[in-house]
């Protein structure tokens, strides 16, 4: 299970910490991602991090303002997004990788000012 949180409303410039609780597998053993969805686009991936080395990657238009982490003690992974923009607005997912599981509800990120 996938448990997304920390969406806001908030004004440009800004910053929000969403999380990602998960339960019901090893999560040390996968690859952890962020996705986003904005209305009438497809989702699209916005950063990953591996599941050993912690390695991250991410979408060119978050690189520099966006920072996924994850706690394999607290099993959670975290994106800790600044500077946001209008273009940031998106309901936000987190999945692990390969076999991904069926996606939560996502947390709501809106930037506006």
């Known amino acids: 299970q996938l448990v997304e949180s920390g969406g806001d409303l908030v004004q440009p410039g800004g910053s929000l910490r969403l999380s990602c609780a998960v339960s019901?597998?090893?999560?040390?053993?996968?690859?952890m991602n962020w996705y986003r969805q904005a209305p009438g686009k497809e989702r699209e991936l916005v950063a990953s991090?591996?599941?050993?080395?912690?390695?991250?990657n991410y979408a060119d238009s978050v690189k520099g303002r966006f920072t996924i982490s994850r706690d394999n003690a607290e099993i959670t992974m975290y994106l800790q997004m600044n500077s946001l923009k209008p273009e940031d607005t998106a309901v936000y997912y987190c999945?692990?990788?390969?076999?991904?599981?069926?996606w939560g509800q996502g947390t709501q990120v809106t930037v506006s000012s």
């Open positions: 991090i591996s599941r050993i080395t912690g390695n991250t």
């Open positions: 019901g597998f090893t999560f040390k053993s996968y690859t």
């Open positions: 999945n692990r990788s390969p076999a991904p599981l069926r």
